[in-house]
Nanobody, 132 residues
Framework: QVRLVESGGGSVQAGGSLRLSCQASEAFSYNCIGWFRQAPGSKREGVAAIYSYGASGSSTYYPGSVKGRFTISQDNAKNSVYLQMNSLKAEDTGMYYC???????????????????????WGNGTLVTISS
């Protein structure tokens, strides 16, 4: 069973940056991998996803709330996915989860409710707190 482990969360002031990492326990095949977040009292929402075409490249997806500030990347040699978060705002506060699954890119691109779709793997999350 593949395990996803997030790291890199912490507390920073508004305007600062954080880089989250998602480490898979082993190499595995997936259609799409990405990041969700959940603020206290709010539903989980997608913030970034990447679909790899192999040597042909990849496509990335972001909701408007983070586009231009967040960047997702992956390093297949390290079985890792990263989320670079810049110009952080107080509303970016929440638990950030790494996940992988066939519907993930569509969920992020169309801002769908992830609870309505089955993802193959979820991490346990890493907490991001932004103070204003």
């Amino acid at each position: 069973q593949v395990r996803l482990v997030e790291s890199g969360g912490g507390s920073v002031q508004a305007g600062g940056s954080l880089r989250l990492s998602c480490q898979a326990s082993e190499a595995f095949s997936y259609n799409c991998i990405g990041w969700f977040r959940q603020a206290p009292g709010s539903k989980r929402e997608g913030v970034a996803a990447i679909y790899s075409y192999g040597a042909s490249g990849s496509s990335t997806y972001y909701p408007g709330s983070v586009k231009g500030r967040f960047t997702i990347s992956q390093d297949n040699a390290k079985n890792s996915v990263y989320l670079q978060m810049n110009s952080l705002k107080a509303e970016d506060t929440g638990m950030y989860y790494c996940a992988a699954g066939q519907p993930l890119c569509t969920v992020v691109e169309r801002r769908l409710d992830p609870s309505q779709y089955k993802m193959d793997y979820w991490g346990n999350g890493t907490l991001v707190t932004i103070s204003s």
